[in-house]
């Protein structure tokens, strides 16, 4: 069964300290990656997606990593307006495009 | 327009009730998604439509869960005598064609309360 976790839960920066979010994935024929950020009573608003291993994407602070088993989101000298919940998703192969989600980190950056 | 639009945004239902929500994808999606995001959780899966056709609704819980997209734009999901465990945010996505290449742009949610 195709499985997406995330860590950690949640996870607590001062601002400018960096760190890393881990989604591992169990999926059959990965057809792509995605990262979706979510503030409290909206919706997920896209990030990222990832083809294949090695692949890596940059937006602002954010860089997005992936191998053949998890991805990272790194987050490099956040600031309070990064607050938010990253959630994870993978898309497998076959089947009509639908995401599967992890459950996600929230994560807090404080001034 | 916008965005992807979802209304009504809150909706308290007493057990029993029968409830429905609406989906205004972006003009001229193709693909229609809806997923059920429990507290604390990620969205999961419910149902897909390609234009009116609706090809995928492995994700419906049961068979008290419904969707229609009649006309290939505006959608509809409907839960008939809801229970307590419905309660959850109804989130709708949409996106341009068919191909895995296309981006999914969500709506705001309906978050529903069943009391």
């Known amino acids: 069964e195709d499985q997406v976790t995330q860590s950690p839960e949640a996870l607590r920066l001062q601002e400018g300290e960096s760190s890393s979010l881990n989604c591992s994935y169990t999926?059959?024929?990965?057809?792509?990656l995605f990262w979706y950020r979510q503030d409290p009573g909206k919706g997920p608003e896209f990030l990222f997606t990832?083809?294949?291993a090695g692949e890596e994407k940059e937006k602002e602070r954010l860089k997005a990593t992936l191998t053949k088993k998890e991805s990272f989101l790194h987050i490099t000298a956040p600031k309070p307006e990064d607050s938010a919940t990253y959630l994870c998703?993978?898309?497998?192969?076959?089947?009509?495009?639908?995401?599967?989600f992890g459950a996600g980190t929230r994560l807090a950056v404080h001034p | 327009g916008a965005g992807v639009s979802q209304s009504p945004r809150y909706k308290v239902a007493k057990r029993g009730q029968d409830v429905a929500l609406r989906c205004d994808p972006i003009?001229?999606?193709?693909?229609l998604f809806w997923y059920q995001q429990a507290l604390g959780q990620g969205p999961e899966f419910l149902t897909y439509?390609?234009?009116?056709?609706?090809?995928?609704k492995s994700g419906l819980p049961s068979d008290r869960f419904f969707a229609e997209r009649p006309e290939g734009s505006v959608s509809t999901l409907k839960i008939q005598r809801t229970q307590q465990e419905d309660s959850a945010v109804y989130l709708c996505?949409?996106?341009?064609?068919?191909?895995?290449?296309?981006?999914?742009?969500f709506g705001p949610g309906t978050r529903l309360t069943v009391l």
């Open positions: 003009s001229g999606h193709v693909s």
């Open positions: 990832l083809y294949s």
């Open positions: 998703a993978v898309q497998e192969g076959g089947g009509y495009n639908k995401l599967i």
């Open positions: 996505a949409s996106s341009t064609g068919t191909s895995f290449y296309n981006e999914q742009f």
């Open positions: 439509f390609q234009n009116e056709a609706q090809l995928d």
């Open positions: 999926v059959s024929g990965l057809r792509g």
